[in-house]
């Protein structure tokens, strides 16, 4: 198992660029979730998907986040514009589960993506 | 609102030691808890988790954690720590039916020689 496979490890971009951050689940998970981490706030869910739809955006910033998974295999965590304050390092995660007991279920993290934006 | 405390924001240890990591959670009906261990650079790896049943759990790498709920607690241990066990680690909690997990803020361990 490859494991939840996240790019770029490492980005450095100036303010006001787009960012992509790509994302591949576990193969057969189910659920997919976007953290950001910072030394401030710590680990934050961003959003997350079940089956493909978003089920709770609620932890997306601003207007200026978008998720996106077109398909089982493959997501997108997009910022337009990028700003200094959104320097962090976002992490995929999947799960398998269902509804009722996806909090019983393993959440695999990838490595992340180190956002830097100067 | 359901809510994770981890009180010790930096612990160090001595290598050989043993080691004790808090962590307090708020939530009305019974809680599904978590430990995740995050190396430098690396993303989370899960330690443990209790569902239901016996209070004591075991996991990897030589943790195990004990459920209180007389306490709210949910506490990690490790006999005797090795160098290799530094970093951050957080607690989590998770509910049936509820979708995602609340991570607390995490207690950054030190393993000195």
């Known amino acids: 198992d490859a494991g939840v496979i996240q790019s770029p490890r490492h980005e450095v971009t100036e303010m006001g660029q787009e960012v992509t951050l790509r994302c591949k689940p576990i193969s057969g998970h189910d659920y997919l979730f976007w953290y950001r981490q910072t030394m401030m706030r710590g680990l934050e869910l961003l959003i997350y998907?079940?089956?493909?739809?978003?089920?709770?955006d609620s932890g997306m910033p601003e207007d200026r986040f978008s998720a996106k998974m077109p398909n089982a295999s493959f997501s997108t965590l997009k910022i337009q514009p990028s700003e200094p304050r959104d320097s962090a390092v976002y992490f995929c995660?999947?799960?398998?589960?269902?509804?009722?007991?996806?909090?019983?279920?393993?959440?695999?993290f990838g490595e992340g993506s180190w956002l830097t934006v100067v | 609102a359901q809510s994770v405390t981890q009180p010790d924001i930096h612990i160090t240890v001595s290598e050989g030691a043993s080691l004790e990591l808090r962590c307090n959670y708020s939530y009305g009906a019974t809680p599904y808890l978590f430990w995740y261990v995050q190396s430098p650079g690396q993303g989370l790896q899960l330690l443990l988790k209790?569902?239901?049943?016996?209070?004591l759990v075991q996991g990897i790498k030589g943790f195990e954690a004990e459920f209180k709920r007389s306490q709210s607690s949910f506490n990690l241990r490790k006999p005797s720590v090795h160098w290799s066990d530094a970093a951050e680690y957080f607690c989590?909690?998770?509910?049936?039916?509820?979708?995602?997990?609340?991570f607390g803020a995490g207690t950054q361990v030190v393993v000195t020689p």
């Open positions: 995660a999947s799960s398998l589960g269902d509804r009722e007991t996806i909090s019983g279920n393993t959440i695999y």
């Open positions: 989590a909690v998770g509910a049936r039916g509820w979708g995602k997990l609340q």
């Open positions: 209790y569902f239901s049943g016996d209070t």
């Open positions: 998907f079940n089956n493909n739809v978003p089920i709770d």
